[in-house]
């Protein structure tokens, strides 16, 4: 995600924020889980020169097989910012997802009231940053994930979607076809479950079907009520009326077919609402999002 000053001075809140935590002399990473020199990486630099080398197994497991809370809030500020300011993946860097629910782990709520509010500024800052920039090319995590991250520390997606209601830019549209025809939001019913059945074959065969069906990303799963409350904001006819606005407004060839293909995507699926799974109409993709940075400059956008 490119960096720009609202993200900039988040990150710089959770540094000054929980910068009362010391490094840790020893954070006992479980040994059968982690090697024997996992505990020396997490000293191997300075804070603010830690990389996801040193940092990436312990962002995976802190707090769960790793270390505890005051641990944690002292490595805090720079897994976050090397996680926000991640333009493409690397070896070792875990999944955004993975991460923001270590704010979920370590029961944020109940924390100081500074420290909360500077984790309340990042997430904001992080909608504000995936509304405000086109989506990235090569970048490796989609606007899905980022509300799926968002929805590990929030019960509430509620004042996200207003915000993106409100938000006439372009590029917050483009958001919005790009969740469309990059996720299958558009596609999955209400019910996650795998199918359960008391005959052993009759079960194998439903599971396979099952598979064979678009699912939502495997970290929603602990967040349902986010995700019925995004999956209705993005069916809404609020939001295609959005999408058709971009749509006019944009002046662009590329883009129009883009955001008329994700008003398709939702309309075909309205008139299918009787089954609980649509397949994934293959036709969707006709150019990706993400090619469209290459042949558009983003100064002709006016981002
Ligand atoms: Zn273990």
Same mark, same amino acid.
């Given at each position: 995600m490119s960096c720009p000053k609202v993200l900039e001075d988040a990150i710089e809140g959770l540094y000054a924020a929980f910068s009362r935590y010391p490094l840790p +002399? +020893? %954070?006992? !990473?479980c040994s059968c889980c982690h090697a024997s020199d996992a505990n020396a990486l997490l000293h191997a630099e300075p804070l603010r020169k830690l990389g996801w080398k040193h940092l990436g197994e312990y962002a995976k497991d802190a707090l769960l097989v790793w270390g505890g809370l005051e641990d944690f809030k002292h490595f805090l500020p720079r897994i976050f910012d090397l996680l926000l300011n991640a333009s493409d993946w690397k070896k070792g860097t875990p999944s955004p997802e993975r991460v923001f629910r270590r704010f979920h782990n370590g029961e944020?709520? %109940?924390?100081p009231h500074d420290e909360q509010t500077a984790v309340e500024k990042m997430l904001d800052a992080v909608w504000e940053t995936v509304r405000s920039n !086109? !989506? &990235? +090319? @090569?970048?490796? &995590?989609?606007v899905d994930q980022w509300l799926c991250s968002i929805s590990q520390c929030k019960d509430d997606l509620g004042p996200y979607l207003n915000k993106w209601m409100e938000d006439e830019r372009l590029s917050a549209g483009w958001a919005l076809s790009s969740l469309i025809l990059g996720s299958t939001i558009a596609y999955t019913g209400p019910d996650h479950t795998m199918p359960a059945s008391e005959n052993d074959v009759e079960r194998i065969a439903k599971i396979q079907e099952w598979f064979k069906l678009p699912h939502r990303g495997a970290w929603w799963k602990r967040c349902d009520t986010q995700y019925a409350q995004l999956q209705e904001w993005v069916r809404s006819p609020a939001a295609l009326e959005k999408l058709r606005r971009a749509e006019i407004g944009c002046g662009n060839a590329e883009m129009v077919r883009e955001l008329a293909n994700a008003q398709r995507c939702i309309r075909r699926r309205g008139r299918r609402s009787g089954s609980q799974f649509t397949e994934i109409d293959? %036709?969707?993709?006709? &150019? @990706?999002n993400l090619q469209l940075i290459g042949c558009i400059e983003r100064c002709q956008l006016g981002f």
């Amino acid at each position: 995600m490119s960096c720009p000053k609202v993200l900039e001075d988040a990150i710089e809140g959770l540094y000054a924020a929980f910068s009362r935590y010391p490094l840790p +002399e +020893e %954070t006992m !990473p479980c040994s059968c889980c982690h090697a024997s020199d996992a505990n020396a990486l997490l000293h191997a630099e300075p804070l603010r020169k830690l990389g996801w080398k040193h940092l990436g197994e312990y962002a995976k497991d802190a707090l769960l097989v790793w270390g505890g809370l005051e641990d944690f809030k002292h490595f805090l500020p720079r897994i976050f910012d090397l996680l926000l300011n991640a333009s493409d993946w690397k070896k070792g860097t875990p999944s955004p997802e993975r991460v923001f629910r270590r704010f979920h782990n370590g029961e944020w709520r %109940t924390w100081p009231h500074d420290e909360q509010t500077a984790v309340e500024k990042m997430l904001d800052a992080v909608w504000e940053t995936v509304r405000s920039n !086109p !989506p &990235i +090319e @090569g970048g490796y &995590i989609d606007v899905d994930q980022w509300l799926c991250s968002i929805s590990q520390c929030k019960d509430d997606l509620g004042p996200y979607l207003n915000k993106w209601m409100e938000d006439e830019r372009l590029s917050a549209g483009w958001a919005l076809s790009s969740l469309i025809l990059g996720s299958t939001i558009a596609y999955t019913g209400p019910d996650h479950t795998m199918p359960a059945s008391e005959n052993d074959v009759e079960r194998i065969a439903k599971i396979q079907e099952w598979f064979k069906l678009p699912h939502r990303g495997a970290w929603w799963k602990r967040c349902d009520t986010q995700y019925a409350q995004l999956q209705e904001w993005v069916r809404s006819p609020a939001a295609l009326e959005k999408l058709r606005r971009a749509e006019i407004g944009c002046g662009n060839a590329e883009m129009v077919r883009e955001l008329a293909n994700a008003q398709r995507c939702i309309r075909r699926r309205g008139r299918r609402s009787g089954s609980q799974f649509t397949e994934i109409d293959s %036709t969707r993709r006709p &150019i @990706g999002n993400l090619q469209l940075i290459g042949c558009i400059e983003r100064c002709q956008l006016g981002f």
